[in-house]
């Protein structure tokens, strides 16, 4: 049993900072890949960053490239997302999974999503 838990959201302004933070524990995939995702009312839940478990490399989707900055932890088995100069469309529940990559695209590999941290941003 894998449980994931994410925190560190709130509200904030435009232009600010939050810092969220992902904790997994339990039974840990044994290819360890993990990232964010955030879903929006009304629509799906999208693929926002991701950092590889073993070289590091970061990918991001376009609408945060340059504001928000993945970092893990693999010894605490945490991942993090600094996000800076927040939008109102950066507003969402935020959740991180274990993810692989099909293709181009990075996918939710694990079925149980916690219960996610919730980002308001105010113009």
């Known amino acids: 049993q894998v449980q994931l838990v994410e925190s560190g959201g709130g509200l904030v302004q435009a232009g600010g900072s939050l810092r969220l933070s992902c904790a997994a524990s339990?039974?840990?995939?044994?290819?360890?890949?993990m990232g964010w995702f955030r879903q929006a009312p009304g629509e799906e839940r999208e693929f926002v960053a991701t950092?590889?478990?073993?070289?590091?490399?970061?990918y991001y989707t376009d609408s945060v490239k340059g504001r928000f900055t993945i970092s893990r932890d693999n010894a605490k088995n945490t991942v993090d997302l600094q996000m800076n100069d927040l939008k109102p469309e950066d507003t969402a529940v935020y959740y991180c999974?274990?993810?692989?990559?099909?293709?181009?695209?990075?996918?939710?590999?694990?079925?149980?999503w916690g219960q996610g941290t919730q980002v308001t941003v105010s113009s």
């Open positions: 999974n274990f993810v692989a990559r099909l293709g181009s695209e990075w996918t939710s590999l694990y079925n149980y």
């Open positions: 339990g039974r840990i995939i044994r290819s360890y890949t």
């Open positions: 950092i590889t478990w073993n070289t590091g490399l970061t």
